[in-house]
């Protein structure tokens, strides 16, 4: 009986993530299955935290070194979606600098995952708008403090 429980499991989590697969395309189910660039950063220069129309919440991080981002990190409290846009935006993020992180939208994380259901799109929009956030944080503190 035991067996044929994890035979029933096995076949189903195939048939998701197959499912998921034709969906969301190769980079997109690669990221949902491992996100990265997940987590909050100690002492960042910049963190944003928008919450989009949805009710998800997306925050990331970033820390500069010699005026390129050194590290960007995201956390989310949404969908699948929300986890790959938040992954792909910190990854797209890295080694940027403050101008290079203007061009970081939402068509633009579209294409690098390749693109949404139409329904989920936003999310991509979501971690963009975060990661202006941040990037205007980071700003802010630089002009206060003299340093950047």
């Not at 990265?36 to 919440?57: E, I, L």
């Not at 005026?67 to 409290?77: K, L, S």
């Amino acid at each position: 009986m035991n067996d044929e429980l994890e035979d029933f499991v096995r076949d189903l989590q195939d048939r998701i993530d197959e499912d998921v697969l034709q969906t969301y395309g190769r980079a997109a189910y690669a990221r949902w299955r491992e996100p990265r660039f997940v987590g909050s950063m100690d002492a960042p220069d910049g963190r944003g935290r928008v919450t989009g129309t949805c009710g998800d919440t997306m925050e990331i991080f970033l820390r500069f070194r010699n005026g390129r981002v050194e590290a960007a990190t995201f956390m989310t409290d949404g969908c699948g979606s929300s986890i790959i846009c938040g992954s792909f935006a910190a990854e797209l993020a890295r080694g940027k600098t403050p101008e290079e992180l203007i061009d970081v939208t939402g068509e633009r994380l579209l294409d690098c995952i390749g693109g949404l259901p139409e329904a989920e799109r936003h999310c991509a929009f979501l971690a963009a708008a975060a990661l202006r956030e941040a990037l205007e944080d980071c700003m802010k503190q630089a002009h206060e403090t003299r340093t950047f």
